[in-house]
């Protein structure tokens, strides 16, 4: 059974995310290719679920829709900023696709029905996968800028009923990190 995000255990998160021998370079990933070969569901479906096929509309005010893709750019972020000196990003997952990736096999008669990617969800200007692919930029560039990702993390607070985590990496402590990542997104 899947935990509820806000029962989330922070610490057990943080732990995930550094837990290697030291020295030893990791790269860090919010979901595997393994998921896809499976026909599991990305991570933004598993926020959102079924409602991501009707509510991506950027008219369309849908809470879980706005949970989801805060969870999504969240999680991404503390992955890419915490777990690891490089990040692996899972084709479609900066948009949210919300899809897997079936690859033609015998257990689904060598179809090539779900073997794609739907690019066209992010180039679309009236779906909401454009903020996500945008944050996913903004990310990316924040913390390739000064190699951030090549500098640990180092745990400052963990608060566990007020889900927090504070760490620092490199010389920016975490709401540093957070706020010019922020800062770059509304750019």
């Known amino acids: 059974m899947k935990t509820q995000d806000e029962h989330w255990n922070m610490g057990e998160l943080w732990h995930e995310l550094t837990n290697r021998r030291p020295q ?13 070969l499976v026909g599991d569901k990305t991570l933004m479906f598993w926020l959102a679920d079924k409602e991501m096929y009707w ?5 369309d005010k849908n809470e879980r829709i706005d949970r989801a893709m805060a969870l999504h750019k969240m999680l991404r972020f503390i992955t890419y ?4 000196e490089g990040y692996l990003n899972f084709m479609g997952n900066e948009f949210g ?3 897997w990736i079936d690859f ?24 909401k996968y454009e903020y996500l692919n945008n944050f996913d930029s903004a990310m990316l560039s924040f913390l390739a ?9 180092r745990l400052l607070l963990v608060h566990e009923s007020n889900k927090v985590l504070a760490f620092v990496k490199g010389n920016l ?3 540093s990190i957070f706020m010019q990542a922020i800062a770059m997104y509304i750019r």
Not at 55 to 59: A, E, L, P, R, V
Not at 81 to 84: L, N, Y
Not at 145 to 153: A, F, H, I, V
């Open 81 to 84: 900023a915490a777990g690891g």
């Open 24 to 36: 030893e370079k990791v790269i860090g990933y919010t979901e595997s290719h393994d998921q896809a």
């Open 55 to 59: 509510h991506m509309s950027k008219n």
């Open 145 to 153: 800028k000064d190699s951030l990702y090549k500098e640990p993390s």
């Open 104 to 127: 033609p096999c015998e257990g689904n008669g060598w179809c090539y029905k779900y073997a794609k990617r739907q690019w066209s969800l992010v180039d679309n200007p009236n779906q």
């Open 173 to 175: 402590h975490s709401f």
């Open 97 to 99: 696709h919300p899809e």
